[in-house]
């Protein structure tokens, strides 16, 4: 074996954490497929239903999608047409009912082509993602709330500051739907070894750190769980009777409650 090349290296204490990554939740993949137009609705509806990654979205073809499922066969990353990440990554993936509806109404309004690019630009080459996220997706969730226009387009001639509108959901990036998709698989029931087959990753290690995040609501409902079906420790401690105090009475039976003495006899 060869020596080592990383020797003497050593990881800094003062480097910043790495940052938890983020996953969709259905309800917020329903309130973005409500506010995105076309093609980009449809797009996203790739990556959170499918779970496909960004440039196996860009390189997705029309003869690949028969028989209710997409054939991953090729990846576009910068302009670079590829094989998919991994050879597990070229396997087959189930369209669902909601996904596939999407997909015909978008192919009649390409003219219903049968190959090609499923998203194509003018040119009818593959579409850019990020040409959609910077044209279409961010101009549409970062909306001015008092206006409703993009960041930067605000009406100037009303006297108002430029805020996002709150209502509208965050965008995280594509793959925060990828990550989503195994999230929302989980907490529906589905099994890792099954997420990690949809996911098409190479093992099931990554699914479960990576791609299966735990929502508070999860943590919360899985603890009250557990404590349903734990019996008490203890059982609930027993009140000690303690004896009603003793009346004093005079030698004639009245009571006497202020005298904690005896009574003298009376002769």
């Known amino acids: 074996m060869g020596e080592n090349p990383a020797r003497d290296t050593a990881i800094n204490p003062a480097a910043a954490e790495a940052q938890e990554t983020y996953a969709y939740t259905l309800e917020e993949v329903q309130s ?13 509806a790739v990556a959170a239903y499918m779970g496909l990654r960004h440039g196996e979205i860009q390189g997705l073809l029309w003869e690949n999608y028969r028989g209710g499922e997409i054939h991953v066969t090729q990846s576009i990353w910068n302009g670079r047409l590829g094989a998919p990440k991994t050879r597990k990554g070229r396997a087959p993936v189930p369209v669902i009912r909601q996904l596939a509806e999407r997909l015909e109404m978008h192919r009649l309004r390409c003219g219903n082509p049968q190959a090609g690019p499923i998203f194509a630009n003018a040119s009818r080459k593959a579409l850019s993602l990020g040409s959609i996220v910077n044209r ?8 001015c709330e008092t206006c409703h226009k993009p ?6 001639k009303t006297a108002h500051e430029y805020k996002r509108d709150a209502a509208l959901p965050e965008w995280h990036g594509w793959h925060a ?11 529906l029931g589905v099994p890792d070894m099954v997420i990690q087959r949809i996911l098409r990753h190479a093992n099931v290690n990554t699914t479960a750190t990576y791609y299966i995040k735990t929502a508070a609501d999860d ?4 603890m009250s769980k557990l404590e349903q079906n734990i019996p008490s420790a203890t059982p609930a401690p027993e009140i000690a009777r303690v004896p009603a105090p003793k009346i004093l009475r005079d030698t004639f039976g009245t009571p006497n409650l202020h005298s904690t003495a005896v009574p003298a006899t009376v002769n």
Do not use: K, M, W
């Open 219 to 222: 943590v919360r409902n899985a």
């Open 151 to 156: 960041e930067g387009e605000c009406d100037q």
């Open 177 to 187: 739907a990828r990550r989503g998709l195994g999230s929302n698989l989980y907490r």
């Open 32 to 44: 973005i497929l409500a506010h995105l137009p076309e093609p980009a609705a449809t797009a996203f």
């Open 136 to 143: 279409v997706i961010l101009p549409t969730l970062n909306r």
